[in-house]
């Protein structure tokens, strides 16, 4: 399966990017998606889950009440709504598929896309 995601740029401290991820390819059977994110020099860092058969959705505490994700699996789409940017949240955006429910390292994941820079300054 392919997965493409789209959406980053460069944005101001306070402003908002929204980021979309498409599918293609089928899965069966209920399974999580994730984001996860990549600054330049640091490691891989778990952002959010969610589950395909509901909305159920799980965030780190670094993003948590900023950031939300949602799922349209008739379009095969993911999103990530992020508001309330801070310079921190500058890395390489990437959606992924995780062997469980999240991971820190790329060994936690099946596949992934080919990422989308968000820069967040002013």
């Known amino acids: 399966e392919q997965l493409v995601e789209s959406g980053g740029g460069l944005v101001q401290p306070g402003g908002s990017l929204r980021l979309s991820c498409r599918r293609s390819?089928?899965?069966?059977?209920?399974?999580?998606m994730s984001w996860v994110r990549q600054a330049p020099g640091k490691g891989l860092e778990w952002v959010s889950s969610i589950y395909s058969e509901d909305s159920t959705a799980y965030y780190s505490d670094s993003v948590k009440g900023r950031f939300t994700m949602s799922r349209d699996n008739a379009r095969k789409t993911l999103t990530l709504q992020m508001n309330s940017l801070k310079s921190e949240d500058t890395a390489v955006y990437y959606c992924?598929?995780?062997?469980?429910?999240?991971?820190?390292?790329?060994?936690?994941?099946?596949?992934w896309g080919q990422g989308t820079q968000v820069t967040v300054s002013s």
């Open positions: 992924a598929k995780p062997k469980g429910i999240a991971g820190s390292t790329w060994n936690a994941y099946e596949y």
């Open positions: 390819g089928i899965t069966y059977g209920g399974y999580y």
